[in-house]
């Protein structure tokens, strides 16, 4: 007890220690004002015990950035005021607070040295029940320092040759277990059908039963005779997730092979070698699968959002990047959805835009709600919604693109079914919305 | 709410699918028992709304493995057999459930993939309001596949030449700031006073303020004088956490400078690039810094626990990991913490152990019960702790070697105190436990 009692001192005992040594250190200056070489973070904040959200503001922004829990006799004035953030909006009633930092502290194009930052420690001190990072937004020399994407929106619009409508796309289901010779076969009938975009799921790489090297050449072969019977492009996306060296050669293959596409799952790759993939990205479209993103992203009081991740991926550089469905199988709703598309295809020193990939659960009767709420930039992913249509893989890809047509002429889908059996049989199995 | 409806039938509708198909298609088998070539998980799972904990079950083994939300007509009897997940204990109290899965699901060296799969989409489910990875056990093949800590306890030991006492070690403070030379002189102060070990903090890598290769070559300059003058083995555990061949870079330029330790962000670099820095280590011993980890593994109901985390990054092989302290400024139990530290001293397939190591918050008065926690293998770091002394950084240290000391020789902090003036400073300072 008397230790607790100790450690609930420490950082009011570090603030009177500096006081008495003449350094002023106080992170808390609701008057100032972020320069643009500020790096500005948004947390929400839930104080430990009593503690004030004032004083669980100085210890975040310590322990974030230059602090420690205890005064040292290594602490310099100087670096105070060179290197000290500054809590700048406290909102009591919320929680929410915002703090900048000089961007002298981050070191450019090292996207973990950031987060080991801004999004390190802080998440597990005692003095916070819980702590949210919110929103970040990044200067311009740190922004410019990463390679952004390579193609954004309109470099894909422009390689698929789709100007108007929404990408509609789907995963090679099941899960696992095909072959790949079935896989390829899955992946022609997906495309045939009227799907622009295949891709693998995100747990397959390159288990036994369906070999990398192999899948790539056949689907690829396939993807090509899909080309020429639809005279539309067509696109698979392999994906890549490895060590970061595999996952290079990996991405190599698919190029020889004639590919355009790669895909990552960027959580569990991480961001070191996403870095790299980027930077040694032999010309490809980089899509991002979030998969695992839930686990820090969920829990609205606590860990890191959807937001942040997908503005981070962004500017390391990812051209396409699952942001939620807002009415699909996984959770997300749509006020969340539609800041992260914003957040993504808005302006950003230049940058080029990375593409909204909307997926999980969705099938036909989804389409119009959807293309309601995200608008016509985004990439639409269904795989049991394809997969799983009564009459198969080629019949539901074709009901998803009478959906997105109807959609796109303003045509509910139960009038447009009476004249499109392949989505009738869909809106028959799932239902509208 | 038509589709709210449809959604929660979906997963019931697949396994309706199935029966009609003659696919027997539930994940439940209670009397199953794992075998050699399964990886089990234990999750915590909370089922969403008036769901049972089975249906959740289903939907979780589906989605980490080979199902989706609905029938698709792809699947295949054979598929199932041979890659289906088991379901083989529910405890509704408590709502741990264990899945097996066959290990052909997975691409042996591939912690990324194994990851998307098992701790994947299924955090994101609408199906579950909370699941949390609680614990993860690897068959010997896929163990196998990755490399392993290159030391371990005993190679660090040697290394050291230290056999029957934890270590001793400090952070540089404060964290940020400080130029390379002030910094090598933190440095040489601390290892004088008693540390074996100096370190980076998570969020210096390569900063103008003090560039990285500076910083290593006078660092090690100062570690050899410090060797010098104390006859004992010191070390210097540079953070070189960066974009992955920046970071193999660093790891070559600190071997080249007769550096023997690298240290890592390992959460925010990603296992990508952990394997990557692994399979590419010029004969370094790897210190893994967990920042980050609490974004995922705080909240005890939803998320990653640091425990499964520990284990992947001693099988992937680092020789050394924060695993908590039980008693300092970060969250984590005394049961917490000595279940982890067990999880990777522990027998696995021949492995070799991975050092734990306590950070954050620590100061001398801490060394006795933790010490009593944690057992003679602890690598116990105070930053603020030694540089916080009254008298500075270098009678910091002396105090810690001092406490260590009592510690070993049973003797009370305050009776020790009596004769050790360092000692005497640090414990009135900051108390005892």
């Not at 000089?102 to 987060?115: D, G, H, K, T, V």
């Not at 960027?266 to 839930?294: C, D, W, Y």
């Amino acid at each position: 007890m008397m230790l607790q009692g100790l450690l609930e001192m420490m950082y009011p005992q570090q603030r009177a220690y500096c006081k008495k040594k003449g350094i002023k250190m106080t992170y808390i200056d609701l008057e100032y004002n972020p320069t643009g070489n500020d790096l500005v973070c948004k947390f929400f904040v839930e104080p430990h015990g009593n503690h004030s959200i004032e004083d669980a503001c100085e210890d975040i922004a310590a322990e974030s950035s230059i602090g420690t829990w205890t005064d040292v006799s290594t602490m310099e004035q100087g670096i105070f005021e060179r290197l000290g953030p500054h809590v700048f909006r406290i909102d009591k009633g919320s929680g929410e607070v915002l703090l900048a930092y000089p961007s002298e502290l981050f070191e450019p194009n090292n996207m973990p040295q950031i987060l080991s930052s801004v999004a390190g420690n802080i998440f597990g001190m005692k003095a916070v029940d819980n702590l949210r990072l919110i929103d970040i937004e990044l200067p311009e020399n740190l922004v410019k320092s990463f390679q952004g994407p390579l193609y954004g929106i309109e470099g894909i619009r422009k390689l698929l040759d789709v100007k108007n409508r929404p990408l509609v796309g789907t995963i090679v289901k099941p899960k696992l277990g095909l072959g790949y010779k079935k896989h390829a076969e899955v992946a022609y009938e997906s495309w045939v059908g009227g799907c622009d975009i295949v891709k693998d799921d995100e747990n397959l790489t390159n288990q036994a039963f369906n070999p990398f090297k192999e899948r790539i050449i056949e689907t690829l072969k396939m993807r090509d005779q899909a080309e020429e019977e639809t005279g539309e492009k067509k696109i698979y996306m392999p994906n890549i997730s490895a060590e970061t060296d595999e996952m290079v050669r990996r991405a190599h293959f698919v190029k020889e092979n004639n590919g355009r596409y790669i895909m990552v799952d960027i959580v569990t790759v991480g961001f070191s070698g996403l870095q790299s993939i980027r930077e040694k990205n032999p010309g490809l479209v980089i899509h991002a699968h979030r998969a695992m993103h839930a686990a820090f992203t969920r829990n609205k009081k606590q860990g890191i959002s959807m937001l942040v991740l997908a503005k981070l991926a962004r500017i390391i550089g990812v051209d396409q990047i699952h942001i939620g469905t807002a009415v699909g199988k996984m959770e997300g709703g749509r006020r969340e959805v539609t800041q992260i598309r914003d957040a993504i295809v808005g302006d950003l020193y230049g940058l080029k835009t990375t593409f909204p990939v909307s997926s999980g659960g969705l099938h036909p009767g989804h389409i119009p709600p959807l293309v309601d709420i995200m608008g016509g930039d985004v990439i639409i992913q269904a795989g049991g919604g394809v997969h799983g249509h009564p009459e198969g893989t080629q019949k539901g890809a074709v009901a998803m693109r009478q959906a997105l047509d109807a959609t796109m002429q303003k045509i509910p889908l139960k009038e447009y079914a009476k004249t499109h059996a392949e989505l009738n049989l869909a809106i028959q199995k799932w239902g509208t919305v």
